[in-house]
């Protein structure tokens, strides 16, 4: 199986300010990666799949990278509505895997 | 627009089943390029994958759970259902009824049922 690491565990940045996320496969999970958006006290929310196609409702804000087993999520400029946690997801490699998640805070 | 939505007990007691219904509207289970699954949320925690399904009926299950899973599909009432025998503590949780679509990723989501264990 592929084991996703994600960093950082948390992350504190201002309104305006680039915010980069990593995702980490243990093996090649090729374009094979999806990142959703989780709010508090809300479900989690598809935001990219196919490692940088960006799924209905996100703003161009949201942009992803990578290939292989590097990834990046970048958010170009942060609004107060980003805070939430962002999780990473293989689908390359049976059992599907998500990260642990990173926790976004605006400050 | 695809909506599901999960329906459940709430609380359960130690050693028991539980079970969960998920309904789908706005579409169908019976579209053969899509996975129907359950993903869970213990409190504070990450999401794990439990299983998924296909209409044509093959399972899947998350192999750390295997035995105690069993999920399974009702194209005539558009819902699919997950079990999980002998529950303890650790089976607390949010549970989310979910779309694999062309069983890779996960859109969209139910808004998730709580479940406790707890006597």
């Not at chain 2, 459940?8 to 996975?35: K, N």
């Amino acid at each position: 199986e592929a084991v996703m690491t994600q960093s950082p565990a948390n992350l504190s940045l201002s309104p305006g300010e680039r915010a980069t996320l990593s995702c980490r496969a243990s093996q090649d999970i090729k374009s094979n990666l999806a990142w959703y958006q989780q709010r508090p006290g809300q479900a989690p929310r598809l935001l990219l799949y196919g490692a940088s196609t960006r799924a209905a409702g996100f703003p161009a804000r949201f942009s992803g990278s990578g290939s292989g087993t590097e990834f990046t999520l970048t958010i170009s400029s942060l609004q107060s509505e980003d805070a939430a946690v962002y999780y990473c997801q293989q689908y390359n490699i049976w059992p599907q895997k998500f990260g642990q998640g990173t926790k976004v805070e605006i400050k | 627009q695809l909506q599901l939505q999960e329906s459940g007990p709430g609380l359960v007691r130690p050693s028991e089943t539980l079970s969960l219904t998920c309904s789908v509207s706005g579409g169908t289970v019976r579209t053969t390029s899509d996975f129907w699954g359950w993903i869970r949320q213990a409190p504070g925690k990450g999401l794990e994958w439990l299983a998924n399904i296909h209409v044509s009926g093959s399972p899947d299950y998350n192999e750390s759970l295997v035995g105690r899973l069993t999920i399974s599909i009702d194209p005539s009432k558009d819902q699919f259902s997950l079990e999980v025998t002998s529950v303890t503590a650790a089976d607390t949780a949010i549970y989310y009824c979910v779309r694999e679509v062309e069983g890779n990723w996960v859109d969209p989501w139910g808004q998730g049922t709580q479940v406790t264990v707890s006597s």
